[in-house]
C-alpha cells in the first residue's frame, strides 16, 4: 500500500482568486485520480492522470502529475463558490488521501 | 445507465447488532471497491474485489468486518456486534476492470451506531 498525503486540510479563499492543493505519495504512483464531493453528495470524477508530466485540464482546474510520478496538484484559476466542497486524490491500488475541504468566499 | 446503488440509504442500529449494507455495482464492471468516510475525513479502503480474484481484505479494521460479492455483482458488506466508532458513511464504488480506471461511486448508506 502507499499513503497519501495532501496538502492543505482545509483552504479558505477570496472569490477569483487562484489556488493548489498537493497530493504525495510515499510510493510511484501507476495512477491517480482526483475526486471532489460536495457535503451530502457523492463523490465527481474530476481527473485522471497516468503518466509522468502528464496534465490535464476541465474548465478552470488543472492537475499534474511530476515526472518522478510521486506528486500531483490540482490547480484551479479564479475560483468560484461553485468550487467549494472536498477534494480527494486517490492512487489506484486503491488508496485515497485524507481531502482538501476548499471554502470560496464570495 | 443505472449507477451504483447502495441499500440502505441509512442505518441506525443499536451498538451490539450486526448490520447488513449492499452495493450494486454498475453491469459489466468486474471491480469492486468499499470504502469508510468518517465525518469530515477522507475515505479509507476497505476491501477490493476484481474478478474472480481472491479479494484484497487488507483495509478492513478489525475481524468484526467482512464482505462478499456474488460474482461480478452485488456485493455485501457485514459489520458483527457494530461499535459507535462504526459509524460513517460506507461508499461502494465499482469500475470497468481493476488498476486505471475511473472509479464510480454510490451515494452510501450513513450508518449511526446508537
Known amino acids: 500500500s502507499q499513503e497519501l498525503e495532501q496538502s492543505p486540510q482545509s483552504l479558505i479563499v477570496q472569490e477569483g482568486k487562484n489556488l493548489t492543493i498537493n497530493c504525495t505519495s510515499s510510493k510511484t504512483l501507476y495512477g491517480l485520480y482526483w475526486y471532489k464531493q460536495k457535503y451530502g453528495e457523492g463523490l465527481i470524477f474530476l481527473m485522471m492522470?497516468?503518466?509522468?508530466?502528464e496534465e490535464k485540464s476541465h474548465e478552470k482546474i488543472t492537475a499534474k502529475l511530476d515526472e518522478k510520478k510521486q506528486q500531483s496538484s490540482l490547480h484551479i484559476t479564479a475560483s468560484q463558490p461553485s468550487h467549494a466542497g472536498i477534494y480527494l486524490c486517490?492512487?489506484?491500488?486503491?488508496?485515497f488521501g485524507a481531502g482538501t475541504r476548499l471554502t470560496v468566499k464570495p | 445507465g443505472a449507477g451504483v446503488s447502495q441499500s440502505p440509504s441509512n442505518k441506525v442500529t443499536e451498538k451490539g447488532k450486526d448490520v447488513e449494507l449492499r452495493c450494486d455495482p454498475i453491469s459489466g464492471h468486474t471491480a469492486l471497491y468499499w470504502y469508510r468516510q468518517r465525518l469530515g475525513q477522507g475515505l479509507e479502503f476497505l476491501i477490493y474485489f476484481q474478478g474472480n480474484s481472491a479479494p484484497d481484505k487488507s483495509g478492513l479494521p478489525s475481524d468484526r468486518f467482512s464482505a462478499e460479492r456474488t460474482g461480478e455483482s452485488v456485493s455485501t458488506l457485514t459489520i458483527q456486534r457494530t461499535q459507535q466508532e462504526d459509524s460513517a458513511v460506507y461508499l461502494c464504488?465499482?469500475?470497468?476492470?481493476?488498476?486505471?480506471?475511473?472509479?464510480?461511486f454510490g451515494p452510501g448508506t450513513r450508518l449511526t451506531v446508537t
Open positions: 492522470l497516468q503518466k509522468g508530466g
Open positions: 464504488a465499482s469500475s470497468l476492470s481493476g488498476g486505471i480506471y475511473e472509479q464510480y
Open positions: 486517490g492512487a489506484v491500488d486503491p488508496r
